[in-house]
């Protein structure tokens, strides 16, 4: 296992320390000068190993190597165990607490085993020798065992702040995604409700324009269904601003988006309001037969909303496509396993005057409300004539009371 430098590396509160250890060896080195073997020699050695101790933090392994080398001039001296040999220990301690791999402090203590059958080799007699050779090893291996046990508490430590800063970095982003997700859903649903309803008021204010002279009560009908249009545009609006609020900002709550209760007001919106948005289409000159087979299970809000709003992109692209007077055909049929919507037009109406631009998100979003409940969508040309619209949505088992609503 590999420990970075810019984790293991020298913090500011270290340098006073690593100068007053280093200043210690020094000071010990200097004291016992005229006293120790080896004289002024043997000072200088101490006094090396002091100063590369000023680096242990930084570069573990060269201060080790450094004070190993000085260390191994002292046994070939044969001035035998100084004071300022702490150093070696001090030195064994940072390679493996500090060092970038642990196999360096492997080395690091297969060379100080070797260095304590040199130290003991210069005692007299084999009685000593074993003695000597006992007490270097048990401290070596102390201090070893110590610099391992703090090494592997810092390694832990930082495994546990790295994963933590992975999973906030995950958060992070599993916000971003559910605001961009919450972005695409808004605009989706401000499509469904802005963009089909003035594409109605656009075609019929078209209309109203060429027929107030030609015949005033056609045009003050297709102004009724302008006004008509644009009040249910306004409401709807109000009641996605109403959603958007009580689910608050994107984060624990908002990234559920759209999320709603099986209330009547959202219920209202879908199934229930199916007969209208037929009749709205129907003012719009568009020839009508709605058929429904089968009595229509409980759904949850959210698939109501979705079949809603395939039936209702269906007949805007009708009324755009196949133009003012085309019959259309729309039919709900329900299982026992799905909700089969069908629409289909004989594309024999007339040409718009001024057709309205696309909302840029027709099929494609209906796909994608579609594919949220796992359902499939055809949609294509016919071979008589026209457009075909099928969408399958399978039933859930249970219908939840509390869902997402597709977007």
Known sequence: MTVRRTVFGRPPRGVAFDVAVAALVALVSLTAAVNQPGGWAATLVGVGM???????????????????????????????????????????YSVV????????????????????????????????????????ALVT????????NVRTRRLYVLSL?????????????????????????????????????????????????????????QARTAVKVVADTGRQALEEMRRLVGVLRDAGPSGADGADGLAVAADPEHRRLAL?????????????????????????????????????????????????????????EVVLSYTAEAVVVRVVDDGRGRPLVSPAPSGGHGLLGMRERVTVYDGSLAAGPRLTGGWQVEVRLPLPSEPAATEVIAA
């Open 97 to 136: 607490k500090y060092g970038e791999r642990l196999r360096d402090g492997v080395l690091a203590g297969a060379v100080a085993a070797v260095g304590v059958l040199l130290a003991a080799a210069q005692t007299p007699n084999v009685i000593q020798w074993w003695v000597t050779a006992l007490w270097y």
């Open 272 to 328: 229930a309001e199916l007969p209208d948005l037929l009749a709205r289409f129907d003012d719009a000159g568009l020839h009508i037969r709605s058929t429904v087979t089968d009595t229509p299970p409980a759904l949850p809000p959210g698939l109501e909303l979705t079949v809603y709003r395939v039936v209702q992109e269906a007949l805007t692209n009708a009324l755009k496509h196949a133009g003012v007077g085309a019959r259309v």
């Open 50 to 92: 002091a100063v590369a101790l000023l680096f242990r933090r930084t570069h573990p392994s060269v201060v080790t190597v450094a004070v190993a080398a000085l260390a191994l001039i002292q046994v070939i001296a044969e001035w035998g165990p100084l004071v300022y040999d702490v150093a070696v220990l001090i030195a064994l």
């Open 161 to 217: 702040e790295e994963r933590a800063t992975t999973l906030e970095r995950e958060r992070e982003a599993e916000s971003r995604a559910a605001v961009a997700e919450e972005r695409t859903r808004i605009a989706r649903e401000l499509h469904d409700v802005v963009a089909h309803s003035m594409a109605v008021m656009i075609v019929q204010a078209d209309g109203a324009r060429f027929m107030l002279d030609r015949d005033p009560a």
């Open 141 to 148: 291996g102390a201090v070893w065992l110590v610099a391992l």
